[in-house]
């Protein structure tokens, strides 16, 4: 059964960072895009990053400059998504989740959430004064 589990979230100053990170097990593609999706309060659900299997990322044009995605892989076959999350903004503030689908190319767009098979729990990322 594939599983992604998030690490905490957590509150940070306005211009802080903050690493977040989903570790993915189980999943069996061949090939893989991996992605940060987060939902503000009153918001859509907006794509952060996207990330495939051979490194190509893509970015939300908001986060662009300030984010990274980064991945992982471990022999075992377990996979940790990192989200390195720098000079944060109030409208940063969101539930983050993690999701896995099969490959599909992200250079040109991050792929819209229909896409992913599997979702993580989410984790709280609130940006204060």
């Known amino acids: 059964e594939v599983q992604l589990v998030e690490s905490e979230g957590g509150s940070v100053q306005i211009g802080g960072s903050l690493n977040v990170s989903c570790i993915i097990s189980?999943?069996?593609?061949?090939?893989?895009?991996l992605a940060w999706y987060r939902r503000a309060p009153g918001k859509e659900r907006e794509g952060v990053a996207a990330?495939?299997?051979?490194?190509?990322?893509?970015?939300?044009p908001s986060v662009k400059g300030r984010f990274t995605i980064s991945q992982d892989r471990q022999d075992s076959g377990k996979i940790t998504l990192y989200l390195l999350m720098n000079n944060l903004q109030f409208e940063d503030t969101a539930m983050y989740y993690c999701?896995?689908?099969?490959?599909?190319?992200?250079?040109?767009?991050?792929?819209?959430?229909?896409?992913?098979?599997?979702w993580g729990q989410g984790t709280q990322v609130t940006v204060s004064s």
């Open positions: 999701a896995a689908g099969p490959y599909i190319p992200v250079t040109k767009v991050i792929p819209p959430p229909s896409w992913y098979n599997y």
């Open positions: 990330i495939d299997k051979d490194g190509h990322t893509n970015y939300a």
């Open positions: 189980e999943l069996r593609y061949p090939g893989y895009t």
